[in-house]
């Protein structure tokens, strides 16, 4: 490991990737992509060795402008993968460019791709594949410098078996036959190289904007995310112009582990969005969010993800404000900070409290493992902290847009976070003394909750919480038909409420699945809460609808906390269906999952 990154072999001080060409054939019966890249290199002092990152790759050859080089590949780490070592012929000096190809395949277990069979798609007639790279999966499909903080371009050409479709984190160029072009021309991390490969359709939304899906569900999605373009153009609005051209969503199977991955040019999405009323299209704003936090201003290691994560929480509540008022973003701020709560409270169950740190020290440790809302929530509560201390979003909003010029295309630490606010405010001295009052280290450096209570706009959880209060102390009069006027968070908040008084009272849980009809709700962040406060409640009779709920989405935001909640009620159970149904999860939430219930 080295100093720039915690969590890669790479020697990105002595020299920097540049640019990579991809060529890839994948084969779907062998469960592998195979091909090679060439690296465009670039010396930053005097070197005779380039140190890659990999994981379970077979190398078959390296060369440099045609001379076959020497390479050692070390010992398998579990949590790193392999040093890739490659012995240059002569010295290359400081400013001089490398052309490096490797010729290589993928392993069937690359943790960074999931092969779908046709019975696990959507349509059952064509067999799928999708990545997910980040944080620290790339490495598994392609030999490289596998950190946030080496920004490269990108080109590739992908051969796919006939009748299917690919697509990738870049800008379609054309296709001969079944061999597809792609071009990248805005430097990303590795983290953002993506792939899809199946039978797609596109449905345009917007000017900039194709909604992708097998043809089955494209129809939904195209719905679904019909208002994709007031995101952009909020999101423009309050930053800079959006400099990636389009702006296409990718609608995965239901074993995509995450809400959304804002891979460029091509967002992918679960389908647990799709509840039929674009209630959870926020998710969306998110991802758009990222188009300036996190692809143009990067996280130089994953150290720092807050920077990543936190700013792009603060710019999709942002938008969400602009487009629904300020009621539906502080709510939002609300369930953000129930979910922290969450999140700290299963580290200090593991006995991981430093697991919550804003900036948590990761030598030796895999950035997954301290994956959680952390980053999310507790850098967004420090950006508000800030707005509010500094003088409101019309002194704020101009530092935001002025990172994101400062910034843009490069890696930063928090420290060059930190620097840069500083010299955007020096030209008051007021602003400077109120900086100055702010406990870094504490935000920084130290577990547990954020130290500031932040105030939100809780206009739209009282009535959540007045229909909690009645249920859980059982009033003569409950007004039960309030809870379908509830918008999606409304509903989320009040199980969560619920979850907080301890509720076991069978018999209430009984009456509000039958008042609320829960078992048709489509919305799976209102069913993933009402199951949780069973499971809390210990109430048995909805156990065969979890084991259906988490054995039919991927998404790790639900299926995690419904694996351990249901490891303290039924542990045997837990086990057994995770075993049954492991190979439908993708790699990284089937290791997560197996860690949580200790196989």
């Not at 019975?119 to 067999?127: E, F, R």
């Not at 389009?246 to 991955?261: A, K, Q, R, V, W």
């Not at 709920?549 to 159970?573: A, C, E, H």
């Amino acid at each position: 490991m080295t100093d720039f990154d915690p969590s890669s072999f790479s020697n990105v001080n002595a020299i920097v990737t540049k640019h990579s060409q991809l060529q890839w054939q994948v084969d779907f019966d062998r469960k592998v992509i195979s091909g090679h890249v060439i690296h465009t290199l670039l010396a930053l002092q005097d070197t005779q060795v380039v140190v890659l990152d990999s994981s379970q790759l077979t190398i078959h050859d390296i060369s440099a402008n045609g001379s076959p080089l020497d390479f050692d590949v070390s010992p398998r780490d579990e949590k790193f993968g392999s040093k890739l070592t490659i012995h240059l012929q002569q010295v290359l000096e400081k400013g001089q460019q490398l052309l490096l190809k490797i010729a290589y395949e993928t392993a069937p277990t690359a943790s960074a791709v999931q092969w779908l069979d046709p019975a696990q798609t959507v349509g059952k007639k064509h067999p799928y594949l999708f990545t997910q790279c980040q944080p620290i999966h790339a490495r598994s499909i392609v030999p490289c410098q596998d950190s946030p903080g080496v920004k490269i371009t990108y080109e590739a050409s992908v051969t796919v078996p006939n009748g299917l479709t690919a697509l990738m984190s870049a800008i379609p160029q054309s296709n001969s036959g079944n061999t597809f072009h792609f071009k990248q021309p805005t430097t990303i991390p590795s983290y953002l190289i993506a792939l899809v490969v199946g039978n797609l359709k596109g449905i345009k939304v917007g000017p900039r904007s194709t909604v992708w899906s097998e043809p089955e569900s494209v129809e939904a999605g195209a719905w679904e995310f019909a208002e994709t373009e007031k995101f952009i153009a909020t999101g423009e609005a309050l930053l800079t112009p959006y400099e990636w051209g389009t702006y296409d969503l990718l609608l995965l199977p239901s074993s995509f582990p995450y809400g959304g991955m804002e891979n460029p040019n091509l967002t992918f999405v679960t389908p647990t969005l799709l509840a039929g009323d674009r209630s959870l299209t926020d998710v969306v704003a998110h991802e758009i969010a990222h188009s300036w936090m996190g692809n143009l201003v990067t996280t130089k290691n994953w150290e720092h993800f807050w920077l990543n994560e936190g700013f792009t929480v603060f710019i999709e509540r942002k938008i969400v404000g602009r487009l629904h008022g300020s009621a539906a973003a502080g709510f939002s701020a609300m369930i953000g900070h129930r979910n922290l709560r969450n999140s700290i409270d299963h580290f200090d169950e593991i006995k991981k409290p430093e697991y919550t740190c804003l900036c948590p020290k990761l030598h030796g440790i895999d950035p997954d493992d301290v994956f959680s809302s952390v980053p999310y929530e507790k850098g967004f509560n420090l950006l508000y902290y800030l707005e509010t201390i500094l003088g409101g979003a019309s002194v704020f909003e101009p530092y935001l847009k002025a990172h994101v010029q400062e910034f843009a295309h490069k890696a930063i630490t928090t420290s060059d976070f930190k620097q840069f606010l500083y010299r955007f405010f020096e030209k008051d001295p007021s602003k400077k003394q109120i900086l100055d009052t702010v406990d870094w280290d504490t935000w920084f450096n130290k577990p547990g909750m954020p130290i500031v209570e932040n105030k939100f706009d809780d206009s739209l959880a009282v009535a959540a919480e007045e229909l909690a209060n009645a249920v859980a102390e059982q009033k003569p009069e409950i007004p039960y038909a309030s809870f379908k006027g509830f918008k999606s968070g409304q509903k989320v908040m009040f199980f969560e409420k619920l979850r907080d008084k301890s509720l076991s009272n069978d018999k209430i849980l009984a009456t509000l699945d039958k008042e609320f009809d829960l078992p048709s709700v489509k919305n799976a962040e209102v069913k993933f809460v009402w199951f949780m406060l069973c499971l809390a409640a210990g109430y048995k009779t909805v156990l065969p609808q979890v084991v259906n709920f988490v054995t039919s989405v991927g998404r790790m935001k639900f299926v995690r906390p419904i694996y351990r909640s249901l490891n303290k009620v039924d542990p045997q159970l837990a086990r057994d269906t995770f075993v049954k149904h492991r190979t439908f999860y993708h790699p990284i939430c089937s290791a997560m999952v197996a860690k949580d219930l200790g196989l």
